[in-house]
């Protein structure tokens, strides 16, 4: 079973996970432009059970493109956004790629809101990469 660590830039707020994530996304919405301060965020996605939060983090809770509510957990030291909590994932935790040690995660299976993506990036094409708002739930 593959251990890995995510953290903030400070330390403060860690992730340590188990096993491999049930999903790797790539989202093109402007919310995780804007989060990220990139064309685009990617984020791992694993079952809660398989995940031990470590330190403190404040919430930030808006409304996502799909209408739901997108709570992103941030660290209050250093403001480093670490993961967020969905509906669409109910029993899921969003954990941002970029944040984990190593670079042993697999690479995006999917990708989301690419009528938002940037003219620029370019996504592999193929029966994995998906339009709109369409994304793996738990188990999928």
Known sequence: MTDRLAHCHCGQLRIDTSGEPYA?????????????????????????????????????????????????????????????????HADGIGIASGAFEGDDLPAPSRSVWESERHHWVDVPTGERWLEGRAGPKVGD
Request: overall charge positive; some cysteine; glycine content about 10%.
């Open 24 to 88: 790797v996304v790539m989202c093109h919405c402007r919310a995780c432009q804007q989060r990220t301060g990139a064309p685009f965020g990617v984020g791992a996605y694993f079952k809660q059970s398989a995940c031990r939060i470590i330190g403190e983090s404040k919430a930030y809770v808006r409304i996502g493109s799909s209408g739901s509510e997108f709570e992103n957990r941030f660290c209050p030291d250093c403001g480093t956004t670490v993961y967020w909590l969905t509906p669409f």
